[in-house]
């Protein structure tokens, strides 16, 4: 069964960094677009960035574009989101979800999810 | 306020028939598949329909999906219990703010 396992969620202060991972397994990840999509607790799902199965197409949501950069590293099965410059209004459960391809809007597998709290 | 429309909630009693609908324009719906998900609290969400129409294994044709023009809808037939959920359309944006889009998500009682 296809897992994602995301992790460095925390609590941060507004203006500081973190830089989320997800580790992937039992499936070839280089050859899957990957996204993160973010949920405020109680709120709807937003999307965050997507990424290509080689790292060469990358897209983001206009309310992080400039702060946020999206990566990943095939060779470790694992993808990654840089996250700077953190508003308060960046609190929310981070998901890291996997598509058959850059515009197909099929997310078939999600994570579990890491909180992100941006508080002072 | 989320790029598709979905009506916030909806309720209905076990053993009847609903339907959720998710309205865009042409810039996402009316030129890109549309995908459901369904959210039970405290989980993440969970692909129900792809490509306007198709279930992954696993998904019981209690569920289905279409498309017609720039609005897409998810219907549920001979609602149980646990059907009660958030459910949530997806679909690409081809606009200038390239990228995927979620409607604001349906809160379902099943009453």
């Known amino acids: 069964q296809v897992q994602l396992v995301e992790s460095g969620g925390g609590v941060v202060q507004p203006g500081r960094s973190l830089r989320l991972s997800c580790a992937a397994s039992?499936?070839?990840?280089?050859?899957?677009?990957m996204h993160w999509v973010r949920q405020t607790p109680g709120k709807g799902l937003e999307w965050v960035a997507v990424i290509s199965y080689d790292g060469s197409e990358k897209y983001y949501a206009d309310s992080v574009r400039g702060r946020f950069t999206i990566s990943r590293d095939n060779a470790k099965n694992t993808l990654f989101l840089q996250m700077n410059s953190l508003r308060i209004e960046d609190t929310a459960v981070f998901y890291c979800?996997?598509?058959?391809?850059?515009?197909?809007?099929?997310?078939?597998?999600w994570g579990q999810g890491t909180l992100v709290t941006v508080s002072s | 306020q989320s790029v598709l429309t979905q009506p916030p909630s909806l309720s209905a009693v076990p053993g009847q028939k609903v339907t959720i609908s998710c309205s865009g324009s042409?810039?996402?719906?009316?030129?890109?598949?549309v995908s459901w998900y369904q959210q039970l609290p405290g989980t993440a969400p969970k692909l129900l329909i792809y490509e306007n129409n198709k279930r992954p294994s696993g998904i019981p044709d209690r569920f289905s999906g279409s498309k017609s023009g720039t609005s897409a809808t998810l219907g549920i037939t001979g609602l149980q219990t646990g059907d009660e959920a958030d459910y949530y359309c997806?679909?690409?944006?081809?606009?200038?703010?390239?990228?995927?889009?979620f409607g604001g998500g349906t809160k379902l009682t099943v009453l």
């Open positions: 997806g679909t690409w944006d081809s606009s200038l703010s390239v990228g995927v889009v």
């Open positions: 979800v996997r598509a058959p391809g850059l515009r197909v809007p099929k997310f078939d597998y």
């Open positions: 042409n810039s996402n719906i009316g030129n890109n598949y």
């Open positions: 039992r499936f070839t990840f280089s050859s899957y677009t």
